[in-house]
């Protein structure tokens, strides 16, 4: 199966702070990465596809980069809507894994 | 738009079998593969299952094969996850979600919209 690591676990940032979160892979996944939101109590929501595709409908200021087994989720000035936990995802190959999320808290 | 909602949890004891049930509408759900994915309380998102578009392929986390089984009717706009042998280690809010992919088996694709979950809660 392929690990995924998600770093910082947590993170404080203050409003329009940039917030960078890296994922890393155990083996190369090409760009087959994706990147979600969750809220207390919701489901997850798609931000990021294929690395750096940004999902219909989401804000301009989340981007993703990165390809192989280094990734990035760059939020570039957070509102507080966004202060959540956010999960990187692999679709390379099954079982489909994801990170174990890193918190996006209020300074 | 599309939705997904889900239903058919609750407290079950260990050992016992259990059926979730994810209607969908707002798309051609016989045209997409759908996913289980499941978050025990307090943890990150597990997937469980997968089934093609059709109902011909699935596959299953290795945690879950041999006890669970994922099926669909599409002439009801229905997916199911069929639970036995419940264990404690199950407890999670279970989702389904949609493949974006159309009539596609195989393509590695994300899961683009999700439900609000169903929670099982394994516990004698």
């Known amino acids: 199966d392929i690990q995924m690591t998600q770093s910082p676990s947590t993170l404080s940032a203050s409003i329009r702070d940039r917030v960078t979160i890296t994922c890393r892979a155990s083996?190369?996944?090409?760009?087959?990465l994706a990147w979600y939101q969750q809220k207390p109590g919701k489901a997850p929501k798609l931000l990021i596809y294929?690395?750096?595709s940004l999902e219909s409908g989401v804000p301009s200021r989340f981007s993703g980069s990165g390809s192989g087994t280094e990734f990035t989720l760059t939020i570039s000035s957070p509102q507080t809507d966004d202060f959540a936990t956010y999960y990187c995802?692999?679709?390379?190959?099954?079982?489909?894994?994801f990170g174990q999320g890193t918190k996006v808290e209020i300074k | 738009q599309v939705q997904l909602v889900e239903s058919g949890g609750g407290v079950v004891q260990p050992g016992r079998s259990l059926r979730l049930s994810c209607v969908a509408s707002?798309?051609?759900?016989?045209?997409?593969?759908m996913h289980w994915v499941r978050q025990a309380p307090g943890k990150g998102l597990e997937w469980v299952a997968i089934?093609?578009?059709?109902?011909?392929?699935?596959y299953y986390a290795d945690s879950v094969e041999g006890r669970f089984t994922i099926s669909r009717d599409n002439s009801k706009s229905t997916l199911y996850l069929q639970i036995n042998s419940l264990r404690a280690e199950d407890t999670a809010v279970y989702y389904c979600?949609?493949?974006?992919?159309?009539?596609?088996?195989?393509?590695?694709?994300?899961?683009?919209?999700w439900g609000q979950g169903t929670l099982v809660t394994v516990s004698s």
């Open positions: 089934i093609s578009y059709d109902g011909s392929n699935q």
């Open positions: 707002g798309f051609t759900f016989s045209g997409y593969g």
């Open positions: 083996q190369s996944i090409s760009t087959w």
């Open positions: 294929d690395a750096s």
């Open positions: 979600a949609k493949d974006p992919a159309y009539k596609k088996v195989g393509a590695p694709m994300p899961f683009d919209y």
């Open positions: 995802q692999q679709y390379k190959s099954y079982p489909w894994t």
